[in-house]
């Protein structure tokens, strides 16, 4: 959220440049020099009147060389921190032979509270997205070198203090940007500011060809006939059970470009990442399952979602209550409660087949991995010391004369304990039970669980 607004440019009416002034001083504008403080919202906040009673934010004449600055820190965004405030600004030098000292120095600058800070006392306050400001700070900037070169709008601008039309800007500015994330303000009859906060997200996590993509949204009723091609030709196949690979495959995408438009989905929330379901893994509760123990509502959402009644591919718990009936909250933590490790799926399955009954175990599962109290629990294979002081490859197929011929993709490069099963079934296109028949023709394969 935006503290404060203000513009303020270079005096060049009397003196020289004199950036240690007293706060005397800056209230008087009719005698200042150097950096002055013409518009401020709101009023007082950075340079108090005479007859305010209102503290500053921040004592302005103790940062004014910065706001103002010398030639070769303009035309460049500079952030400033101070008395837990960040001031955002680009400070702009237009050379001119028209302007006092044949040049023009502005600046309109940004206050936000600094996000490592409790200002307010509250210490749950979101911090303040820095990043999604500069842009604007930025854009601001260079409309108003637009403005100044094509008609003198800031320097013949001889309005008081809070009001005209650049007071009347930055109003609106702060005003919108505070309440709607955006604005659009008419200048004159050509220009118009068109301002937008575009949060910045964190990056998406890594994504294989073994993940399988979950859609957190309706993604068809976002899709229109401007969408990137590739996306179009994937999504129908994204319905939380199949994995990057196949998903490439039975769109007849290249993996590389999958992944790059899936990534896009990830970044902007619209797809979560799961492992590849099966019953042969094995899942275990995590620390997190006192949450849903104590939360009467995720009960009935897990119930909502595990009901075998309405299931699709999205994750939506929009089901009906006629679910909440037939599962309860305390089946449900016992079923949680009940997987462990050691123990794989599919046997878990054979001991609880009463209790499942109008539960669909996948999205049983999926729930517990979305909500975060519950884990999969990989398998890794590790060779002996004997592959890894170079012994041949068993995997290598021999041709007609006795010749060894390798595969196009060797099974020992995944045998460092740093390759999950999912991802090398994926990879080789084989099953586990497969990969569990190579590895015993191996040789010597110790497989650890984690």
Same mark, same amino acid.
């Given at each position: 959220?935006?503290?404060?607004?203000?513009?303020?440019?270079?005096?060049?009416?009397?003196?020289?440049?004199?950036?240690?002034?007293?706060?005397?001083?800056?209230?008087?504008?009719?005698?200042?020099?150097?950096?002055?403080?013409?518009?401020?919202?709101?009023?007082?906040?950075?340079?108090?009147?005479?007859?305010?009673?209102?503290?500053?934010?921040?004592?302005?004449?103790?940062?004014?060389?910065?706001?103002?600055?010398?030639?070769?820190?303009?035309?460049?965004?500079?952030?400033?921190?101070?008395?837990?405030?960040?001031?955002?600004?680009?400070?702009v030098c237009i050379t001119h032979h028209k302007y006092d000292r044949n040049e023009f120095i502005f600046n309109f600058c940004l206050v936000l509270e600094d996000g490592g800070s409790h200002t307010s006392g509250n210490d749950h306050d979101d911090p303040v997205d820095v990043n999604s400001y500069l842009s604007?700070?930025?854009?601001?900037?260079?409309?108003?070198?637009?403005?100044?070169?094509?008609?003198?709008?800031?320097?013949?601008?001889?309005?008081?203090?809070?009001?005209?039309?650049?007071?009347?800007?930055?109003?609106?500015?702060?005003?919108?940007?505070?309440?709607?994330?955006?604005?659009?303000?008419?200048?004159?009859?050509?220009?118009?500011?068109?301002?937008?906060?575009?949060?910045?997200?964190?990056?998406?996590?890594?994504?294989?060809?073994?993940?399988?993509?979950?859609?957190?949204?309706?993604?068809?009723?976002?899709?229109?006939?401007?969408?990137?091609?590739?996306?179009?030709?994937?999504?129908?196949?994204?319905?939380?059970?199949?994995?990057?690979?196949?998903?490439?495959?039975?769109?007849?995408?290249?993996?590389?470009?999958?992944?790059?438009? =899936?990534?896009?989905? !990830?970044?902007? @929330?619209?797809? #979560?990442?799961?492992?590849?379901?099966?019953?042969? &893994?094995?899942? /275990?509760?995590?620390?997190?399952?006192?949450?849903?123990?104590?939360?009467?509502?995720?009960?009935?959402?897990?119930?909502?979602?595990?009901?075998?009644?309405?299931?699709?591919?999205?994750?939506?718990?929009?089901?009906?209550?006629?679910?909440?009936?037939?599962?309860?909250?305390?089946?449900?933590?016992? =079923?949680?409660?009940? !997987?462990?490790? @050691?123990?794989? #799926?599919?046997?878990?399955?054979?001991?609880?087949? &009463?209790?499942? /009954?109008?539960?669909?175990?996948?999205?049983?599962?999926?729930?517990?991995?979305?909500?975060?109290?519950?884990?999969?629990?990989?398998?890794?294979?590790?060779?002996?010391?004997?592959?890894?002081?170079?012994?041949?490859?068993?995997?290598?197929?021999?041709?007609?004369?006795?010749?060894?011929?390798?595969?196009?993709?060797?099974?020992?490069?995944?045998?460092?304990?740093?390759?999950?099963f999912d991802e090398i079934c994926t990879e080789l296109e084989i099953s586990e039970r497969e990969l569990v028949g190579e590895l015993k023709r191996w040789g010597d394969v110790q497989i650890i669980h984690r």
């Open positions: 959220m935006i503290k404060a607004i203000f513009f303020s440019k270079f005096d060049t009416h009397e003196g020289m440049f004199m950036p240690s002034l007293s706060s005397q001083t800056l209230t008087n504008p009719t005698t200042l020099t150097g950096p002055k403080v013409l518009h401020q919202v709101p009023s007082d906040s950075i340079v108090p009147s005479p007859e305010s009673f209102t503290a500053p934010l921040f004592s302005f004449p103790s940062i004014s060389s910065y706001i103002i600055p010398r030639q070769e820190f303009c035309d460049r965004l500079l952030t400033i921190c101070i008395s837990h405030y960040r001031i955002l600004g680009y400070p604007v700070v930025k854009k601001l900037a260079r409309l108003m070198r637009g403005l100044e070169e094509q008609g003198e709008f800031l320097s013949k601008d001889a309005s008081a203090p809070g009001t005209g039309k650049v007071y009347a800007l930055c109003e609106m500015v702060l005003e919108d940007l505070n309440n709607y994330c955006e604005c659009m303000i008419p200048i004159d009859a050509s220009n118009t500011l068109n301002i937008k906060l575009f949060p910045t997200l964190a990056p998406p996590p890594p994504l294989h060809d073994h993940h399988v993509p979950l859609s957190t949204v309706n993604l068809h009723a976002l899709t229109d006939s401007n969408w990137d091609l590739t996306l179009l030709a994937l999504l129908p196949h994204i319905n939380g059970t199949n994995s990057v690979h196949k998903i490439a495959s039975l769109a007849n995408v290249s993996p590389h470009l999958t992944r790059t438009a =899936l990534r896009h989905l !990830l970044y902007y @929330g619209c797809l #979560l990442l799961l492992d590849v379901f099966s019953f042969s &893994a094995i899942y /275990a509760c995590t620390p997190e399952i006192a949450a849903f123990v104590a939360d009467a509502a995720l009960w009935v959402e897990c119930a909502r979602y595990v009901s075998t009644s309405g299931v699709d591919g999205a994750f939506d718990v929009g089901m009906g209550d006629e679910a909440e009936e037939l599962i309860s909250g305390e089946m449900l933590i016992s =079923l949680y409660a009940s !997987l462990k490790q @050691g123990q794989s #799926l599919k046997t878990w399955c054979i001991e609880h087949g &009463a209790a499942l /009954a109008g539960i669909d175990v996948r999205r049983f599962v999926t729930f517990g991995v979305i909500k975060g109290f519950l884990y999969r629990v990989h398998k890794y294979a590790i060779a002996t010391s004997t592959y890894q002081n170079g012994a041949t490859d068993p995997s290598a197929e021999r041709d007609g004369v006795g010749r060894k011929t390798e595969k196009k993709h060797s099974l020992g490069r995944y045998l460092d304990g740093t390759h999950c």
